[in-house]
C-alpha cells in the first residue's frame, strides 16, 4: 500500500487502469534485472501521477542506482520492453552520484540530473527509499533558462525540421521551457500543464496554445503547426533579449 499511490484515486479511468498495468510490469522488470543492492529507489513521473494521460502518454519509471553499472541495462530494458503492455514503457535512470553533481554520463536519463531533484517532490515511489529530503545538485533558474532556450535552438526545432521529433515532442518541451521562465522570474510554477496555464495571466503566452494542441490529438494542418513555431520562435526571441543579454 505504501507504494501504491493510486490505491487512493476515486474514479479511475481505463487509460489509468492500463498505466497502472504497465506500471506494475515495468517495476516487475526492473527488480527481476537490476540487483537490490544497486537499487536505491523506483520512482513513477509524468503524466500519470499528475492524473493528465492522453492516448499518447508513455509510463516513466525512473530509477536511481547506486553506481553507473547498470545504467546500460536499464536503457536495454527499454528497448525491449517498450511497446510490449498497454501503454508505452519508458526505463530511465541516474547514479546516484550524477543527482549529487548535476553531471550527466552516457546511457543514463535524457532529462537533466538536476530537474529530477527539483521534480522529485511531484514524483511518487513505487519502491525503495524516499529521497525527496536529499540534498542534490540543482541548477540556478536563471541558468536552466538560458540552457533550455539553447536546446530548443540547437536541437528541438532543427530535429523538428528533420522530422527527427513530432510536433507533440516541440509542445511538450514548451510547457518545460514556461516552466524554467516561471522559475527564472523568482514564481514557483505549478507541476502541472493545466495549472501552469491557468497560472500565466497573460492569454497572448505560448503556453495557452500549447495547452490547446496538449489537451487534444496534436493537429495535422502544417500552416497550425508552422503557425505553432512561428510563435515559438518569436517567444524564444523576446526571452533572448530578457534573459541573455
Sequence with gaps: MKHEFWKDWKRKTKLEEQAIKTLKAGKRIVLKNI??????????????PRRELKKT???????????????KKLRDLEKEYHKKYPMKLEIRGYSLWQLKTGKRIA??????????????LYFKLIYGKDLTKSKFF?????KELKGMIGIFRSKFL?????????????????F???????????????????????????KNHIIHLALKYRKKKPTKDKKLKAAFIRKLEKHLDNLEKKYLK
Excluded: M
Excluded at 540543482?138 to 536563471?142: M, Q, S, V
Design 158 to 174: 532543427p530535429d523538428f525540421r528533420r522530422k527527427i521529433i513530432g510536433f507533440s515532442d516541440i509542445v511538450k518541451q514548451t
Design 107 to 120: 546511457y543514463s536519463s535524457q532529462t537533466p540530473p538536476s530537474r529530477f531533484a527539483r521534480h522529485v
Design 57 to 71: 502518454s508513455d509510463v516513466d519509471i525512473l530509477c536511481v542506482l547506486k553506481t553507473k553499472k547498470y545504467l
Design 35 to 48: 540487483p537490490k543492492k544497486e537499487l536505491i529507489s523506483i520512482y513513477i513521473k509524468g503524466s500519470l
Design 138 to 142: 540543482i541548477t540556478e533558474p536563471l
Design 176 to 202: 518545460w521551457l514556461t516552466e524554467n521562465e516561471e522559475r527564472a522570474k523568482g514564481n514557483d510554477p505549478p507541476h502541472s500543464w493545466k495549472k501552469l496555464a491557468r497560472s500565466i495571466k497573460d
